[in-house]
């Protein structure tokens, strides 16, 4: 038996999510928790001027689509 005091369980399950970054659109299975997180685990860095179509904390849910929309400044 396991003591149930001052335990916490943690589960995430995969996701099929579409990454579309710099002309190429991809599908990737994840199991981030948020657009951020998928971000990062994917090793992409955002510009002070890049938007994604997602807000970085926004929970990832199985088949959203998650742009990346490079901005130039001139």
Same mark, same amino acid.
């Given at each position: %038996?396991?003591?149930?005091?001052?335990?916490?369980? /943690?589960?995430?399950?995969?996701?099929?999510?579409?990454?579309? #970054?710099?002309?190429? +659109?991809?599908? #990737?299975?994840?199991?981030?928790? /948020?657009?951020?997180?998928?971000?990062? +685990?994917?090793?992409?860095?955002?510009?002070?001027?890049?938007?994604?179509?997602?807000?970085?904390?926004?929970?990832?849910?199985?088949?959203?689509?998650?742009?990346?929309? %490079?901005?130039?400044? /001139?």
């Amino acid at each position: %038996r396991l003591p149930l005091d001052g335990m916490a369980l /943690s589960i995430t399950t995969p996701k099929d999510v579409t990454l579309v #970054v710099d002309g190429q +659109e991809r599908v #990737v299975t994840t199991t981030a928790a /948020s657009a951020g997180d998928l971000l990062a +685990e994917q090793g992409i860095t955002l510009g002070e001027s890049d938007r994604t179509s997602l807000y970085p904390r926004q929970p990832l849910l199985a088949g959203m689509r998650l742009q990346v929309y %490079r901005v130039q400044v /001139s």
